[in-house]
C-alpha cells in the first residue's frame, strides 16, 4: 500500500473519530442509523448494513441480515477476513483490509475495510467500520500493471530482438574480419600496398560495425532498465569540463570547433557522475552527429534561478519543427539525415531520462538553417560564493 | 615447445580461417570440431592444451563441453569464444572453467595474445 494511501486512511480514521468519538479500541458503533458503517459479531453476521453492501451485493437489508460477511465474499478472500477477525479479537485497534463482494451486477466488486472492535464488558464481541467502495481505484491500478507490464514485455522483446540479430551478424563479421586479416598479412599471396591501405579501410568498417553492435545491445538494455543513481555533491562544472575534454578528440576529427562558456563559480549539484557524463555526452554526439561536414559546438552554463542552465548549441541545419517534437522520443530517427541512427535516437532519450530523473529538464528549440540548441536544467543544491 | 590447439567451432568457414590463422602464427591445430560430441572425442584423442570453444554448437552449449573438457584433462585452457550476448555469460563462462572470455568478432592479434598469454612457459 503506498504512502498516500495510507495517509488518505489516516485522514479517514480521523474524521471518524471527530464525527463518532475517538476510534481505535475506545467507543464502540454510533448509535445513530444514518452513519453509512457496518457492525459484525465474531462470527461475522451482519449486525448493521450499510447501504453500500445492499447496492454492491443487490440483497435487501433483512436478507443480509439473515446472511454472514463470509456468505457475501469470495471464498479467496474468507482466510483474510477470518484473520481481521483474529487480530481484532487479540485486541488491534484497527484492521484495515481490502476483499471482493459478491456483486450482482459485476460478479466481483472490490472494497476496502476499515474494521474496528466492539467491547463488551471489556470484552472484544464483535467490529464495526467503513466499507469503502474502490472499483474504480482498482480499476486504475490494474491499468496500470498491465500498461507497465506490456512496456516489460515490448522491453524484453526489444533487447532478446537486438541481441539475436547481433549474434547473426557477429558471425559474418568475424569470418570477414579473420579472412580479411589474412588477406592483409599476405597469408594467401602478396599483396601490395594499395590494396593493403582499401584492406586497412575495411578492418576499420569492420571494426566500427562492431562497436555499433555492441552500442546496439547496450542501449537496448539501458532503455528498459530504470535507472539507480549513486549521487553525491559534486561540482557541474567539472564534470561538464570533463565530458567536453574526453570528446575533445573525436569533436577535432569531425572538424568542429567547441566553445565552453562556464560561470566562474562552482555549481554544487546533487548528481551521479557517471549518468550526467553519458547525459552530456549523448547531447555533445548527437549535436556532432548534426554536422558531418563539420562546424561549431557552443556550451553554455548559466544560473537560472534555483537552477542551473546548460545549453548545447550545434551550427548544424537545424531540425524541423516536427521533429522537434518527437526528437527525445525513444528510437526516433532522423529520416532525412543520412547520419540518423537509431542508437542516436536511444541517446536523447537516455539523456532525457537521466537528467529527469536528476529532477531537471531538458527540451529542444531548432531553427531550420541557423543550428539547434539543447537547453538542460537541473536542479542546484548550492552555489560557492568563494569562487 | 609449440602449443597444441583444438578449435571447436559449428561454422566451417570460421573453424578453417581460425585454423589457418593459428597456423600462420606457429601454433599447432591438432583438431577442428564442429559439434560438442566431436570435440570430446577430439579431446579425448589429441589431449591439446588449449581449446578455443565457440559456446553455441548444435548439439550442446559450449559451456557443457567445457565442464566435460576439464573432467577429462583438468589442466587444459579453455577460451571461449561467442556471438551472444546475454547478461551473466562471461560469469557463467568463468564458473564453467573457461579461462578467457571473448566476443566475435575479435582481431587476429587480440586473440593470439590471449593464447601467449595463458600458454605455458
Redesign the interface.
Known sequence: MTGNRMTEIYKELDLLSTELGPVGGGPNPPAHEDVPTFEIDMKGHLLKVPPLIVEITGFSKEELGLLSFQNIIFNEDRNKLLSSMSSIAAGAPVVITELELFSEESGAHPVEVIMLPIRKGGEVSGAWGVIKDIKGRKHLEDSLLRTRELQERSQRFLSDFVSLMAREIRQPLTEMLLTLEMLHSGHFGDVNDRQKARMDQLITAVDRLKGILNQAIDSSKDAGREIKLEKDTLDLKEVLKGTVLERKGLLESKGIKYDLTLPERSVMVQLDRKAIQQAIGNLIDHGAGQMPKGGAIRIDMEMRNEAILVTFTDSGPGIPEEEVEQLFERFHVDRDREGGSFIEGLSLYMAKRIIETHGGRIWCESFPGLGTSILMTLPVKTVDQGG | MVESIMVVED?E??AE??R??LM?NGFSVVALATTGKEAVEMFTRERPGIVIMDL?LPDMSGLEVTTRLIEIDPSVKVIAIT?????GLIEDALNAGCVRFM??????KELVGTIREISSP
Do not use: G
Not at chain 2, 556471438?83 to 547478461?87: I, P, V, Y
Open positions: 561454422r568457414p570460421i580461417v581460425l589457418d590463422m600462420a553455441l556471438a551472444l550476448s546475454r547478461d566476443t566475435k568478432p575479435f582481431r587476429i
